[in-house]
Every structure is written in structure tokens, then in C-alpha cells.
């Protein structure tokens, strides 16, 4: 019961843990330390900030790429066998964040021989929503917008993209897909989140961690 009531670390201290209180699977959060963030150690790229608010100690700020990559794994084994998992990044937007809302980004979670791809998208409504051929981002930095304007991509009408929910606890998810552990026999469940094809500046996203949960 406390297990499902409050997660845990892990002795690592990067990673925590808890119960789904109807259904007993063991779920987890990646913190943004046990993530690998292309770029992650370079201060000019990603600031580590202390959180305050976070069941871990410091996330990852993104300061300035053009080039965003965050991946993380978990061993099937770890996970409950026969069970359906959603597999969410935790996040913030800063003040003066730009560059979040458009390209989309691209969710990628593979297990075994299987792989789940969509477009996702760090800075929007909330809603899961049919993106229409008139779609515009609504923020854009000041500096070298004209630049910017000339490489924009407007996704093809029909395409789905996925958009944040505010959490309880004031934090924002994205979900970035669904799978199905089996026997936990799978090996390596791998999670990506990237944007590297546009160009496009990006800053202002804060990292708490990939979160991985039973599917309700």
C-alpha cells in the first residue's frame, strides 16, 4: 500500500518507483539523469538546475540547440510481465522559451521486433488534436525569425499529433506511446524524444524525467 501511495528511489537515486494501486504493475521515472541528452553535458547547450519541486534533486534546462535527443531504457525485466505501459517525458517550458511548438517532434518506443512512431508536440494545447493544412506555431523567437519563416514545414493535413496535459503535481506530460510487455524476455524498452531534422533553435524546455506507467 505505501508503494502505490508514494513512489521510491531506487539506490541509484535516479530512478523511482511505485505500484499501480488497481492493477499491482511495477512502474517508473527515468530521472533526466539517467537519460542520455545529446548535448547534455555541454553548458552552453543544457543547464542541470536544482528542482524544488521534483521527486529528484536537479532536471535538465535546454538552453540553445538545434539538434534535440533524449533517450532512456528500461529492462523489460524490471517491468510487470503481460502488462500494457504509456511512456511519458515530464516537463516544464521556461519563460522565453522558443522553438518547442514547431517542427514536431518525433516519440519513438521499441521493444523486441516492435516500434511505435508519432509526432508529438513539447509546447501546446493539451488536447490530441488532427493538425489542419492552415496550421501555423504560435511562438517564435524575435532573433532570425525571417530566417526561420523560410525553412517552416507545415505537417500534411490529417496528421495526429499528440499534445502536453498539465499534471496534479503542476508539471506537464506528453505521452509518447503505448507497448505491451510480455514475459519481460524482450530485453531493452527504448524511449526516444527528437526534433533533428528541421534546424530550427530551440531553449526553455526543463527535464524531470521519462515517466512509464501502467496503461489505464
Same mark, same amino acid.
Given at each position: ?24 504493475? /511495477? ?13 547534455? @553535458?555541454? &553548458? ?28 532512456? /531504457? ?28 514547431? &517542427?514536431?517532434? @518525433? ?11 508519432? %509526432? ?20 517564435? &523567437? ?6 526561420? %519563416? ?67
Amino acid at each position: 500500500m505505501r508503494l502505490s501511495d508514494r513512489p521510491v528511489l531506487l539506490t541509484d537515486g535516479l530512478t523511482s518507483m511505485w505500484l499501480d494501486r488497481e492493477s499491482g504493475a /511495477k512502474c517508473y521515472m527515468l530521472s533526466a539523469r539517467a537519460l542520455h541528452i545529446s548535448w547534455g @553535458e555541454t &553548458p552552453e547547450y543544457w543547464e542541470w538546475i536544482p528542482l524544488v519541486d521534483s521527486r529528484f534533486s536537479e532536471g535538465a534546462e535546454l538552453l540553445d540547440v538545434c539538434w534535440l535527443e533524449i533517450r532512456g /531504457k528500461i529492462h523489460s525485466k524490471m517491468l510487470s510481465q503481460n502488462s500494457t505501459y504509456t511512456a511519458f517525458i515530464v516537463f516544464k517550458i521556461a519563460d522565453g522559451s522558443y522553438g518547442l511548438d514547431f &517542427p514536431n517532434q @518525433e516519440a519513438s518506443i521499441s521493444i523486441g521486433e516492435n516500434r511505435l512512431t508519432r %509526432r508529438v508536440c513539447l509546447h501546446g494545447n493539451g488536447n490530441v488534436e488532427e493538425v489542419h493544412q492552415n496550421y501555423r506555431p504560435d511562438t517564435m &523567437p524575435a532573433i532570425g525569425a525571417r530566417f526561420r %519563416r523560410r525553412n517552416r514545414r507545415v505537417p500534411p493535413p490529417g496528421a495526429i499529433v499528440l499534445f502536453p496535459q498539465k499534471r496534479a503535481d503542476n508539471w506537464m506530460e506528453l505521452e509518447m506511446g503505448k507497448f505491451y510487455n510480455e514475459e519481460g524476455d524482450d530485453g531493452e524498452v527504448s524511449i526516444s524524444l527528437m526534433e533533428t531534422k528541421g534546424g530550427n533553435w530551440k531553449r526553455g524546455l526543463i527535464v524531470q524525467g521519462i515517466e512509464i506507467r501502467a496503461k489505464k
